[in-house]
């Protein structure tokens, strides 16, 4: 919320260095896999990118316009941005200069992961997910109300997806919700041949605001941050959650590969 990027060495936690320039608070951070160079994104609506071997800044790259709620990258020289409510999704190809424009979800798409170089997932606030393809404006699949509903019967509304994540280079990914109640789900997912449909693995229960999920490098296990509010307002709180990590190992069963929980 401070604006700022502090810069640390990992095996010592010694702080580096701090890169000031954005004019609202950091949504975003990635490093492109292999390299030193750091992409931010921030609700002042721009992606910064950064040389860290030279604390150095390099550019700014513009387009979205609303805050910018998500960021990823992986080894190639570009970053995969979601846009809020202004309901894109971006490409950014660094090199060229230039970016691509997604548009999908009905609701504020407020995460975003990549599942390797050429697809992505994202969930929205309309209590969607989509799998994409770089290469198409348009989702290959989605899933309308993907954790279910709340609400009186007549008034019900979809349970706001606030974090995904994938096991990069699978065909694995997870979301998670945020609901008012005990009720919040983590939910495993298997993408279809060609990524073209998403299909329920199984779900872990958690208590709180899911607002973080990712991966080990391994597969072996899936963290979701929990929190008693979500991370993009107060608008609720949840007392009786606590403000933690859940850890859900995970395995694979040999007659089918699927991933599923060792719990």
Same mark, same amino acid.
């Given at each position: 919320?401070n604006?700022?990027?502090?810069i640390?060495?990992?095996? $010592?936690?010694?702080?580096?260095?701090?890169? #000031?320039?954005?004019? =609202?608070?950091?949504?975003?951070?990635?490093?492109?896999?292999? #390299?030193? %160079?750091?992409?931010?994104?921030?609700?002042?609506?721009?992606i910064?990118?950064?040389n860290?071997?030279?604390?150095?800044? @390099?550019e $700014?790259?513009? &387009?979205h316009?609303?805050?910018? #709620?998500?960021?990823?990258s992986?080894?190639?020289?570009?970053?995969?941005?979601?846009?809020?409510?202004?309901?894109?999704?971006? @490409?950014?190809?660094?090199?060229e200069?230039?970016?691509?424009?997604?548009?999908?979800?009905? =609701? *504020?798409? %407020?995460?975003?992961?990549?599942? !390797?170089?050429?697809?992505?997932?994202?969930?929205? %606030?309309?209590? *969607?997910?989509?799998?994409?393809?770089? !290469?198409?404006?348009?989702?290959?699949?989605?899933?309308?109300?993907?954790?279910?509903?709340?609400?009186?019967?007549?008034?019900?509304?979809?349970?706001?997806?606030?974090?995904?994540?994938?096991? /990069?280079? #699978?065909?694995?990914?997870?979301? =998670?919700?945020?609901?008012?109640?005990?009720? *919040?789900?983590?939910?495993l997912?298997?993408? &279809?041949?060609?990524?073209?449909?998403l299909h +329920?693995?199984?779900?872990? +229960? @958690?208590?709180?605001?899911? !607002?973080?999920?990712?991966?080990?490098? *391994?597969?072996?296990?899936?963290?979701? &941050?929990?929190? /008693?509010?979500?991370?993009?307002?107060?608008?609720?709180?949840?007392?009786?959650?606590? !403000?933690?990590?859940?850890?859900? +190992?995970?395995?694979?069963?040999?007659?089918?590969?699927?991933? $599923?929980?060792?719990?």
């Open positions: 919320m604006k700022l990027i502090m640390w060495e990992a095996s $010592t936690c010694k702080h580096l260095y701090k890169f #000031t320039g954005h004019r =609202g608070p950091v949504s975003g951070l990635s490093f492109r896999k292999g #390299t030193h %160079d750091l992409y931010s994104a921030s609700h002042d609506r721009s910064k990118v950064w860290v071997d030279e604390n150095a800044y @390099v $700014t790259l513009f &387009g316009q609303d805050v910018i #709620t998500g960021l990823d992986l080894s190639r020289e570009r970053c995969v941005t979601a846009g809020g409510r202004d309901r894109t999704v971006r @490409v950014w190809k660094i090199a200069e230039s970016q691509l424009v997604f548009h999908g979800h009905e =609701g *504020s798409i %407020d995460c975003i992961q990549l599942i !390797n170089e050429e697809h992505m997932i994202t969930g929205a %606030d309309d209590g *969607s997910l989509a799998l994409w393809s770089v !290469n198409r404006k348009k989702p290959l699949s989605s899933v309308k109300k993907a954790h279910g509903c709340h609400g009186d019967p007549g008034l019900e509304q979809p349970h706001w997806i606030s974090a995904v994540a994938a096991l /990069q280079n #699978t065909d694995t990914v997870a979301s =998670g919700a945020s609901s008012c109640s005990h009720n *919040s789900m983590v939910q997912w298997r993408c &279809g041949e060609g990524f073209r449909g +329920p693995l199984f779900s872990v +229960p @958690v208590a709180g605001f899911v !607002n973080s999920l990712k991966f080990s490098s *391994s597969g072996s296990f899936l963290v979701a &941050g929990v929190g /008693q509010e979500h991370r993009l307002g107060r608008w609720w709180r949840i007392k009786d959650a606590k !403000n933690g990590l859940y850890i859900i +190992p995970l395995k694979k069963r040999d007659s089918d590969q699927e991933a $599923t929980s060792s719990e």
